[in-house]
């Protein structure tokens, strides 16, 4: 059973930067695509940025410029490094792999 976990979520002033690290234990993670969703309160899970095996990014609009996804095969983890964070940032960041496996989550929120 392949299993997700995040780490690196926490409290971060507006404007601070925070790096969240998803590893994937088993199954071969170089073969696969991996995301990062979040979801606030009240509101449905959305994606904010994924990866694929050949390292082609893509961005929700509302963080292009500031986060930047990123992977290492050689340690089967996927990075998302987020910068100039805004309170509109703050939710629970999943990490999916493989378009099927999810992780719990970890929380990230911005407020001074």
């Known amino acids: 059973q392949v299993q997700v976990v995040e780490s690196g979520g926490g409290l971060v002033q507006p404007g601070g930067s925070l790096r969240l690290s998803c590893t994937v234990s088993r199954g071969t993670f170089a073969l696969y695509g991996m995301a990062w969703y979040r979801q606030a309160p009240g509101r449905q899970r959305e994606l904010v940025a994924s990866?694929?095996?050949?390292?082609?990014?893509n961005y929700v609009d509302s963080v292009k410029g500031r986060f930047t996804i990123s992977r290492d095969n050689t340690k089967n983890t996927v990075y998302l490094q987020m910068n100039s964070l805004k309170p509109e940032d703050t939710a629970v960041y999943y990490c999916k792999a493989a378009a099927t496996f999810w992780g719990r989550g970890t929380q990230v929120t911005v407020s001074s």
């Open positions: 990866i694929t095996s050949g390292h082609n990014t």
